[in-house]
C-alpha cells in the first residue's frame, strides 16, 4: 500500500504518515487504532516483562514536558494542543470527540 492509499482510507495525512513510518513522531492510540482500521489489522497489547520503575516514569513525563515546552504548549490544555495539531494539518477529530464526551 501507497502512504496515498493509507492517508485516503485512515484520514491521516501522508506527511503525518511519512514522519510516522521514519520514527520522528510517537503514535498515539487513536491515530495507530485508525492506522489498524485503514489496513485492516488489529494490535494486541502484551504486558511488559519488566515492570516500569517510578524513576523511568519520572523521567519519561518530564520529557513530555520538555517537548511541549519547546512546542509552545501547556501541559495543561488539551484543547491548545489540538489546535495546535491541526495547525500542523493533523486531523485531531477522534481526540476532539474524546474530550467532548469526557465533558
Do not use: H
Not at 494490535?43 to 520538555?66: H, K, S
Amino acid at each position: 500500500m501507497t502512504q496515498a492509499s493509507v492517508s485516503a482510507r485512515s484520514g491521516i495525512a501522508v506527511t503525518n504518515l511519512s514522519a510516522i513510518e521514519s520514527g520522528k513522531i510517537d503514535v498515539r492510540l487513536s491515530t495507530l487504532t485508525r492506522l489498524l482500521d485503514a489496513l485492516d489489522l488489529k494490535v494486541q497489547f502484551v504486558a511488559r516483562t519488566t515492570p516500569m520503575t517510578l524513576e523511568a516514569a519520572v523521567v519519561r513525563a518530564e520529557r513530555g514536558r520538555v517537548r511541549l515546552a519547546a512546542a509552545g504548549l501547556s501541559p495543561s490544555d488539551p484543547q491548545e494542543r489540538l489546535a495546535a495539531k491541526e495547525r500542523r494539518g493533523i486531523d485531531v477529530s477522534v481526540e476532539r470527540e474524546l474530550l467532548r464526551s469526557r465533558a
